[in-house]
């Protein structure tokens, strides 16, 4: 990529639909882990209409009452208005959830069987995740993410107060940023869509938006006069959510990480419990990157791991940072440094990381990483001086 260019990432409201079923299944995995933090869960869950299905797999000696814990989810996300066609007391529930299938299941617990190489806890299944931090924000994540997550965020937080009646759960952000020698110079395009009642004029919602909104959000030397505003470019939004669209968990794979700007391994976070390394190792990938920056070994960095079910080491772990290393620091030195610091295990990661507490609906909406709750471990930069010590 030239050092010169352009770079957008969006995110999406709590109303999205994808989002409510992100929510609803992150709430399940809580309900579960608080009552049982063994509990093995991987829930999905789909909205359309006045309609939820919960499903997937789920083994624990929690007793979760999924109808009431989906309508809780809702209610929280703000769909409790009268005209609200998928409303918190109105929708039908479906419950189609099983327990985890025994052959996935012998492979994840710490014991033998026939044909597993290793009797400790395995992968919960096979697949490859990244990690990636960089210096662009206080946050170390890339700016057009963080800033359209901010953006969704305090919308959000104004509807919640009840101040402005118009507003309504749905709502998706966008930021473009230029970027000029590879650094952040100024936001080019920010677009907003939220959903409004029915009786809100666009130029009030668009007012609103930007000197409301965007303004008091944003770094103020990034908004220029060139900058653009987009606000309900379709110029209405009243049906939204599950009315207007299908909803699904773990369509929002690249809202949930880093806007695009960091790959992702293709698997969804929402709903599954950390013996998934889907979840766990892409948080522990996110750990590992943020503290190689905050160590000031590199100023982006992105770290791979692969898996393979059942068994308990990486079958790789790759470290780049872009050209960014520290000079007479190479990306094999971090790596080697990466490997003597940390243990990319299962069973060590959901240690390290203290994995096995009701803290996954902190992380569905506005980004899984980037957060300063210190709730999310992954965020903490405690191993940066150890980092430092073991280059050589």
């Given at each position: 990529?030239?050092?010169n260019y352009?770079?957008?990432s969006?995110?999406?409201g709590?109303?999205h639909?994808?989002?409510?079923c992100?929510t609803i ?7 579960c882990?608080?009552?049982d933090?063994?509990?093995r869960?991987a ?6 209409c006045n309609?939820?299905?919960v ?6 000696k929690?007793?979760p009452d ?11 996300i703000?769909y409790?208005n009268?005209?609200?066609v ?6 039908l529930i479906m ?14 617990d710490a014991?033998?069987a026939?044909g ?6 395995g992968a919960?299944?096979?697949g490859l995740m ?5 210096n662009e924000?206080?946050e170390?994540?890339?700016a ?5 997550h901010?953006?969704g965020a305090?919308?959000?937080?104004i509807r919640?107060t ?6 309504r759960p749905?709502a998706?952000s ?14 080019t395009?920010?677009?907003i869509?939220t959903q409004?009642?029915a009786d ?5 919602i668009k ?9 008091p ?11 653009k505003f987009?606000i309900?470019?379709?110029g ?7 009315q207007?669209?299908?909803?699904l ?7 949930d990480?880093y ?5 992702h ?8 419990d950390p013996s998934k ?5 892409a ?12 160590a ?6 992105e770290?791979?791991f692969?898996?393979?079910?059942g068994?308990?080491d990486?079958?790789?772990v790759c470290?780049n ?7 007479g ?16 295990k299962?069973?060590?990661i959901?240690?390290?990381?203290n994995?096995?507490r009701p803290i996954y609906?902190?992380?569905t ?6 957060k ?5 471990t992954?965020?903490?930069t405690?191993?940066?001086a150890?980092?430092r010590?073991?280059?050589?």
């Amino acid at each position: 990529m030239s050092k010169n260019y352009i770079f957008s990432s969006e995110s999406v409201g709590e109303g999205h639909p994808d989002k409510v079923c992100d929510t609803i299944s992150d709430y399940v995995l809580d309900a579960c882990l608080a009552q049982d933090k063994f509990s093995r869960v991987a829930c999905e869950t789909y909205a359309k209409c006045n309609l939820v299905v919960v499903g997937g797999e789920i083994t624990t000696k929690a007793k979760p009452d999924f109808n009431a814990i989906a309508r809780q989810a809702i209610r929280d996300i703000g769909y409790t208005n009268d005209d609200d066609v998928f409303h918190a007391d109105r929708v039908l529930i479906m419950n189609a959830i099983t327990s985890q299938s025994p052959d996935i299941a012998q492979g994840v617990d710490a014991r033998a069987a026939d044909g597993k190489e290793k009797a400790e806890q395995g992968a919960g299944d096979q697949g490859l995740m990244f990690g990636y931090a960089c210096n662009e924000t206080p946050e170390l994540m890339p700016a057009p993410i963080m800033y359209a997550h901010q953006l969704g965020a305090e919308l959000t937080r104004i509807r919640k107060t009840g101040k402005v009646a118009w507003l309504r759960p749905d709502a998706k952000s966008q930021v473009s940023v230029r970027y000029e020698n590879d650094q952040p110079v100024e936001i080019t395009n920010i677009v907003i869509s939220t959903q409004h009642s029915a009786d809100v004029k666009h130029k009030t919602i668009k007012d609103f938006c930007i000197e409301n909104v965007i303004k008091p959000t944003l770094p103020k030397h990034l908004l220029t006069k060139n900058t653009k505003f987009l606000i309900n470019p379709t110029g209405r939004f009243v049906v939204g959510g599950p009315q207007g669209d299908t909803g699904l968990t773990g369509r929002k794979i690249i809202v949930d990480s880093y806007g695009g700007m960091g790959r992702h391994g293709g698997g969804a976070f929402s709903g599954k419990d950390p013996s998934k390394v889907d979840r766990s190792a892409a948080y522990m990938g996110r750990y590992v990157a943020k503290n190689i920056v905050a160590a000031g070994l590199a100023t982006s960095a992105e770290i791979q791991f692969a898996y393979a079910i059942g068994y308990p080491d990486p079958v790789s772990v790759c470290v780049n940072t872009f050209g960014t290393a520290k000079d007479g620091i190479t990306d094999e030195m971090i790596e080697r440094a990466v490997c003597e610091v940390f243990s990319f295990k299962p069973a060590n990661i959901i240690k390290q990381l203290n994995l096995l507490r009701p803290i996954y609906a902190k992380t569905t909406n506005y980004g899984h990483f980037g957060k300063s709750d210190p709730a999310l471990t992954w965020e903490k930069t405690d191993k940066a001086a150890a980092l430092r010590k073991a280059v050589k």
